[in-house]
């Protein structure tokens, strides 16, 4: 009964900056925790960062720490994900995931995820 959809994605430059959007939708979405995850075709799905529904936890993967923020706005439904420093190896599909705790957002086993947008970052 929850919905995702994000949005945000396009193509920039190597260096540049580019925030992702994640609306939610849904009767059963209360206090969820949320994050976001990315796919490059040929690898596995990879984990980037979580937050809680608090606010209180936040997780990075240790390929995006100093260049992402995860950030929520509990009143709008909404997490967002801002990317600065932009690498060639930042492009990939990036989905929205929601949970009831932080960990199973982390760990990629959240029952709730969105349809994915591309980020094509150019060298």
């Known amino acids: 009964q929850v919905q995702l959809v994000e949005s945000g994605g396009g193509l920039v430059q190597a260096g540049g900056s580019l925030t992702l959007s994640c609306a939610a939708s849904g009767r059963t979405f209360s206090r969820y925790a949320m994050g976001w995850f990315r796919q490059v075709p040929g690898k596995e799905r990879e984990f980037v960062a979580a937050k809680s529904w608090s606010g209180d936890i936040t997780a990075y993967a240790d390929s995006v720490k100093g260049r992402f923020t995860i950030s929520r706005d509990n009143t709008k439904n909404t997490a967002y994900l801002q990317m600065k420093s932009l690498k060639p190896e930042d492009t990939a599909v990036y989905y929205c995931?929601?949970?009831?705790?932080?960990?199973?957002?982390?760990?990629?086993?959240?029952?709730?995820w969105g349809q994915g947008t591309q980020v094509t970052v150019s060298s």
């Open positions: 995931a929601a949970a009831e705790f932080v960990r199973t957002v982390v760990d990629g086993t959240g029952s709730y």
